[in-house]
Every structure is written in C-alpha cells, then in structure tokens.
T-cell receptor
Framework: DVKVTQSSRYLVKRTGEKVFLECVQD?????MFWYRQDPGLGLRLIYF???????EKGDIPEGYSVSREKKERFSLILESASTNQTSMYLC?????????????FGPGTRLLVL | GQQVMQIPQYQHVQEGEDFTTYCNSS?????IQWYKQRPGGHPVFLIQ?????EVKKQKRLTFQFGEAKKNSSLHITATQTTDVGTYFC????????FGTGTSLTVIP
C-alpha cells in the first residue's frame, strides 16, 4: 500500500518567512509532484520531478522552489512567504518514468500566511 | 493555462437522483483519470481510461472516454450520501493536467 506523508497538516507563517514543506513516499516511485488547491481553481501543478536532483516547472512555479536530493523525498520551499500563498498544498507520487500514471496523494498541508 | 475544464463546478442532488460531471480538454488526451476527494481529504484515484470510446463501470459509477479522446464523463446512478465529495478528471496531453473539479452535495 502506497504511503505518501507530508510533514505538517497545518502551518501558520508570517509574511517574508522561509517555509519548507516536506513530502516522503515509501514506494520507490520515480515521479513526485507538488500542487496547490484553491476553491474554484482545482489542483494546480507547482513543480514536479522525474528523478533525483531533477525538477521541472509546472503551471505556477513563481515564488516556489523545490529540492529532490533523495528519491523518496521532495521538498517545496517558499523563499519568502506571501499572503497569496495561503492555500492547501498537496504532494503526490507516481510509479513510472515520463508516462503519467496513477498519482498517490499525501494528506495535504494547509498553509496560512499572515 | 488550464487545458482541462469540468462542468458543473457544483452540483446538489437529492439522495437517489443521478449525477453526471463532464470533463473537456482543448487537446487530445492519451488517457484520462478520475479521482475523488472527500471533504477534508485528499484526491484518491478511481479509474483510468485509455481507449477511444471506452466505457468502464464501478458499481454505480460509469466512466466514459470520448471518441475523439478530448472529453470524458462520470455518471453516478442513484446517489448516496457516501458519494459526497469533489470529483476530478485528469488527463495527459502535452502535459498532465487536473480538471477544475465538480463538488457534489447529496441531500438526504
């Protein structure tokens, strides 16, 4: 059974703070993804990674960066948090290479930036 | 921008009524997936369709992939309160996109 875990369920930060969101998957998946979910906008892809130390921009990468130093871990970094980054952040992983396959999601981190 | 649109955005039904959500893409998709997100939960994979015109069923849920592989639908027969949640389609075109989702409320 695939398990994707995220470091926090709820997080409150102040404007300008550096924020780290961690995601770990235990199924040796190649692909990992970071989304944000906002009402009426669905899931929007921020960044994704097909391999260790590899990253690609999604639809809305501005204001974010990512790190994948180990296969099981994909970190999302907000260099200087802003109030418009208040959102639900979802991490996901999938098995294969470049072909999109079933995505398994973590429980999400609800981030509030004050 | 968003390439996969879903309608309606919200749907309220009486328990026992049917429900359908539609997914439309601006580009041809190699496959379409459907996910369900319960309130307070995370998206969970339901099914994947790959072939043009494909129809798959899971109990009261019927999934269709259009002939042109640009649209898809999810139909729920005789809704139950356990069907409550947001249903997302997701497709692979030149990239992988999630649809905007349809939030289903079932009134007992």
């Amino acid at each position: 059974d695939v398990k994707v875990t995220q470091s926090s369920r709820y997080l409150v930060k102040r404007t300008g703070e550096k924020v780290f969101l961690e995601c770990v998957q235990d199924m040796d998946h190649e692909n990992m993804f970071w989304y944000r979910q906002d009402p009426g906008l669905g899931l929007r892809l921020i960044y994704f990674s097909y391999d260790v130390k590899m990253k690609e921009k999604g639809d809305i990468p501005e204001g974010y960066s990512v790190s994948r130093e180990k296969k099981e871990r994909f970190s999302l970094i907000l260099e200087s948090a802003s109030t418009n980054q208040t959102s639900m952040y979802l991490c996901a992983s999938s098995l294969g290479g470049r072909n999109q396959e079933t995505q398994y999601f973590g429980p999400g981190t609800r981030l509030l930036v004050l | 921008g968003q390439q996969v649109m879903q309608i309606p955005q919200y749907q309220h039904v009486q328990e026992g009524e049917d429900f359908t959500t539609y997914c439309n893409s601006s580009t041809t998709l190699s496959n379409i997936q459907w996910y369900k997100q319960r309130p307070g939960g995370h998206p969970v994979f339901l099914i994947q369709l790959v072939k043009s015109g494909e129809v798959k069923k899971q109990k009261r849920l019927t999934f269709q992939f259009g002939e042109a592989k640009k649209n898809s639908s999810l139909h729920i027969t005789a809704t139950q309160t356990t069907d409550v949640g947001t249903y997302f389609c997701a497709g692979t075109g030149n990239q992988f996109y999630f649809g905007t989702g349809t939030s289903l409320t079932v009134i007992p």
